[in-house]
């Protein structure tokens, strides 16, 4: 039989099974559909070497179950239309099991493998694939109200469903296939393909991967025909992640251990702070995710967690390293702040710095690196707990090493270049364009509660004011101006307690620069004007782009209550920004954080130009 009708056979007795498993999986239509079409396009790819196996489906299968997880977002099937009560209520309840109990439950149910072979093809053991069976058999009974020995019927009601679906005939699967032979792109079944080498598994199971760093399978699993990655191929593997060599800059006593390896398919596939979504590209073709940790606990406690995610093109990857900046610059992952921001030079397209800290308990500090290097991104953020975080630095070069070995994998020159880092504005936080976000709020002493900023708006008073400045920016001559204000509302504090910044925009750079020296001369003459005020301090912002003064008062209220104002002004081109903090007891920033943030405003003004 020709290679031709040799395949177009086996996809058409076989793709509507197989739509009906990965739609089972996933309980997203769409993504079964793509991610089968997907798993055969690669197969007719790779037909010479698929075709050799005893059955086939033990090639696609894998690849389609995993395309399917990396496409679908949870509890889909509430959004889609024409789907049975009864389809609903058996979907809700395969949702509610874990990865590895639907992936077994399924492997036995619908795709009709025995155990031993379903645990082959899950690259677990038969022992840990039938507590898995057993778990999600008590599960779903339980859930649906069946008896146990009625469990696939309900799944295998799910086929009319999954039958809407139209797939390609195989004259176009096949064409597709030859157009990805011909152009040598790493599409999805490939990349997919790679992640099963790689991690030695389509449903991770920690207990069973080496700990050492190896991906391959665990040596008491029996070894399934999985296929290798192509030699040509430019994108990366889990063999290009870091290595605990390569984190030991970061704490050389640490005696650093790879401690799982995944594609990130299971679990909510949340690795680090201020992640929003499973996958920055939903569209991407692949990801890998390392965790490395120390081999004992000492103090301080620390890890490192790198995502790799591989965009269809650059141009896709450079809107993922968008999006993963977007993340951090307007993380909304409880208390935590922003401390610097770097842009890092000479070792990828583009790559990036970014040092948080926590609120608090425990003090903990994460520092980030991220770097797109071709149609890769590569994240990695690393945790200290109860201690010192590592120098930007060293974290620059854990960020260089992750990136050479991708450049390396591509094939390209000058991988070996040295970071350099230059201080950086944050990308825009999406909450209020060109004003402070939350997670540029610095912790306040002895509260560990998370800041909350009012929705920006028109000020037609400022009510950042003060006694010294009156500063009226519409009254002056801003064309424009915006207010804001933050509060801690979880902590017990005074009343009078907060924070609030306001911004003008003037006609042109000169008339702004004017009205910061006319505020500069207010202050000057504050005390003989105001014998209640006292000037504590005063200190100039000089730093790039950024023109600006802070001053600290004391205002004199009545015999027994003094108040407290930080008082900031900083302008960048036409517009200048007034920060204003009113502390209340122990709750105040700590020496220097308020002219960190009055800078970190005049950075924010940036996204107004």
Request: charged share 25%; hydrophobic share 40%; proline share 5%.
């Amino acid at each position: 039989m020709r290679a031709e009708e040799q395949f177009d056979s086996f996809y058409l007795k076989t793709r509507r099974a197989l739509v009906h498993q990965t739609f089972a999986l996933t309980g997203d239509i769409a993504a079964a559909q793509r991610a089968v079409r997907d798993a055969y396009v690669g197969a007719w790819h790779h037909w010479r070497k698929v075709r050799t196996h005893e059955d086939p489906r033990e090639w696609v299968r894998p690849r389609a179950w995993a395309q399917a997880q990396r496409r679908h977002s949870a509890r889909l099937w509430q959004r889609t239309r024409d789907l049975s009560l009864q389809d609903r209520a058996v979907l809700d309840a395969l949702h509610k099991l874990s990865t590895a109990e639907r992936r077994a439950l399924l492997i036995v149910h619908l795709a009709g493998l025995s155990p031993e072979a379903g645990a082959r093809e899950l690259n677990v053991t038969q022992q840990t694939l039938e507590t898995h069976l057993r778990s999600a058999g008590s599960k779903l009974s339980a859930e649906l109200g069946i008896d146990a020995s009625s469990l696939r019927d309900p799944l295998m009601a799910l086929a009319e469903a999954a039958s809407a679906v139209s797939l390609p005939r195989a004259a176009g699967i096949r064409r597709e296939g030859r157009n990805r032979r011909r152009t040598h792109t790493a599409a999805g079944a490939l990349a997919v393909t790679f992640l099963s080498v790689a991690t030695g598994a389509f449903a991770y199971e920690p207990a069973e991967v080496p700990t050492a760093g190896s991906l391959t399978p665990a040596q008491d699993a029996p070894r399934t025909q999985r296929g290798v990655p192509e030699e040509d191929t430019t994108l990366p593997s889990a063999d290009d992640l870091l290595t605990s060599e390569d984190v030991n800059r970061l704490d050389p006593k640490a005696r650093w251990r790879s401690a799982e390896t995944s594609d990130n398919t299971s679990g909510d596939g949340i690795n680090y702070i201020c992640q929003q979504e499973r996958f920055a590209d939903p569209e991407g073709l692949a990801t890998l995710v390392r965790v490395l940790k120390p081999r004992s606990e000492r103090r301080p406690l620390r890890s490192v967690v790198q995502t790799v995610e591989i965009s269809q093109s650059s141009d896709n990857a450079a809107a993922t390293y968008s999006t993963v900046l977007s993340w951090f610059a307007g993380c909304q992952d409880g208390a935590v702040h922003l401390r610097r921001s770097f842009d890092v030079g000479g070792i990828a397209d583009h790559a990036a710095l970014l040092e948080f800290e926590s609120w608090g308990p425990p003090r903990t500090d994460y520092s980030v690196a991220v770097a797109q290097v071709g149609q890769v991104v590569s994240t990695s953020v690393a945790t200290t707990v109860n201690g010192s975080a590592p120098r930007a630095t060293s974290v620059a070069r854990v960020l260089g090493t992750a990136a050479q070995a991708i450049c390396e994998r591509s094939g390209e020159e000058g991988c070996t270049a040295r970071p350099r880092l230059e201080p950086a504005s944050p990308a825009p936080s999406g909450e209020a364009p060109g004003m402070l976000a939350t997670v540029d709020m610095p912790p306040l002493t002895g509260v560990a509660k998370p800041w909350v900023g009012t929705s920006a708006a028109t000020a037609t008073k400022n009510p950042a004011a003060t006694s010294c400045d009156h500063a009226d920016f519409r009254k002056e001559g801003a064309v424009r101006n915006r207010t804001r204000t933050f509060l801690v509302p979880e902590a017990r504090l005074p009343k009078r307690f907060g924070l609030t910044e306001t911004y003008g925009t003037f006609k042109s750079p000169k008339a702004a620069a004017a009205f910061l020296r006319e505020i500069r001369k207010r202050f000057a003459r504050c005390e003989d004007r105001d014998l209640a005020t006292e000037i504590v301090s005063a200190h100039s912002i000089r730093e790039g782009r950024l023109d600006g003064s802070t001053w600290r008062l004391n205002t004199e209220l009545s015999k027994h209550t003094v108040v407290v104002f930080e008082v900031g002004f900083v302008r960048r081109g036409a517009t200048v920004a007034q920060v204003m903090l009113v502390p209340a007891g122990q709750a105040d920033l700590a020496p220097g954080a308020f002219g960190d943030l009055v800078v970190r405003a005049g950075q924010r003004l940036g996204e107004l130009q």
